[in-house]
């Protein structure tokens, strides 16, 4: 029976180190400012923004929304990232994925001063994570590092196999976990939807990064004995419950946790990482902006 891995705990740890930093910046006239761009409302979206700005009124950051109607046009949205780019508040802001189809989110990011880029999506900051040198490692990847480090699974000359190619998740994590560094050092396999025997893939690894969006595509007979098992799947299922709807992720927890060594839950695992880590790069960019040298 695997070890449960605790998103929330680990995250909770985070969020107390960062009160110190935030202290720091608090000493010196700094409240760090994170703002969040919402186009439209997608209710997934909405409760993600919410989430963001609970956060940070719970760790002691300026949050700032910006709601834009979902027939905003391309330039609408310009304007608000130009105002963003020139804010001294904001240290930090992102604009919540998906967009409508009249916005090029690709544009979007490219407009994005890379200084406040704090999803870390900005092709400059992707560039310096590659070439080792990242100004913010991307949120999900980051807390999954995190959680690796929490509970001492070693990366280094471990197997990982990823399944996920995305640019937010599969292919910063496997950037990440290649890196010459205490953190990183291990051999990396990125899997996606024309990888052919998945299985094989899946079975050899030491640990298993399951970001695909598929529920419960990976289950206990592609996993490896003892093997580390982080799913970052998050899907709506529709059930009888009052809200409608349960979260599932891309591992079948039930059969997975009884060959791997340890696992994180669907909800309570990558989830809660990934809003702590968008924190943490929010208080790095105030402390880089401001130049106040803080702890993190
Ligand atoms: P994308 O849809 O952008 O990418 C999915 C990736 O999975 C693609 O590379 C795709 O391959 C691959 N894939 C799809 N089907 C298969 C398959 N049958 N076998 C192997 N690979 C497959 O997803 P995201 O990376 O944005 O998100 C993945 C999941 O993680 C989603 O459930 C999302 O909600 C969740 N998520 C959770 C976060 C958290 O904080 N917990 C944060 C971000 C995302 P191809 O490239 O060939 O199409």
Not at 16 to 39: F, N, Q, R, S, Y
Not at 175 to 201: F, I, M
């Amino acid at each position: 029976m695997a070890t449960i891995i605790d998103g929330n705990a680990v995250a909770s740890a985070i969020r107390d180190d960062l009160g110190a930093a935030i202290g720091t910046l608090g000493d010196e006239g700094v409240t760090p400012g994170l703002a969040t761009v919402l186009v439209g409302d997608d209710p997934a979206s909405e409760t993600y923004v919410n989430m963001k700005q609970r956060d940070c009124e719970e760790v002691g950051l300026n949050g700032i929304h910006v709601d834009l109607p979902g027939d905003a046009s391309p330039e609408e949205l310009y304007d608000a990232i130009e105002d963003l780019n020139a804010d001294p508040a904001v240290h930090g802001y992102l604009v919540q994925d998906p967009v409508p189809e009249q916005i090029d989110y690709r544009e979007v990011i490219r407009r994005i001063d890379p200084a406040k880029d704090v999803d870390g999506f900005h092709p400059e900051n992707v560039g310096r994570l590659v070439a080792g040198d990242a100004r913010f490692k991307p949120c999900t990847p980051h807390g999954i590092q995190k959680l690796l480090a929490a509970y001492d699974v070693e990366t280094e000359g471990a197997d990982v196999t990823i399944v996920g190619r995305s640019d937010i998740v599969g292919k910063p994590m496997a950037n990440l976990l290649l890196q010459k560094s205490h953190d990183g050092n291990a051999t990396v396999t990125v899997c996606h939807s024309r990888t052919e025997d998945l299985a094989a893939k899946t079975r050899r690894a030491d640990i298993v990064i399951a970001a695909c969006g598929v529920t419960e595509l990976i289950d206990g007979s592609m996993i490896g004995e003892g093997a580390t098992v982080i799913d970052v799947g998050i899907s709506r299922v529709e059930d009888d419950s009052e809200k409608g709807y349960e979260l599932v992720g891309d591992v079948e927890f039930e059969s997975a946790k009884e060959v791997a060594g340890a696992i994180t839950p669907v909800p309570g695992g990558v989830g809660p990482m990934t809003r702590a880590m968008l924190l943490y790069n929010t208080v790095s960019a105030a402390s880089l902006q401001e130049s106040v040298p803080v702890d993190l």
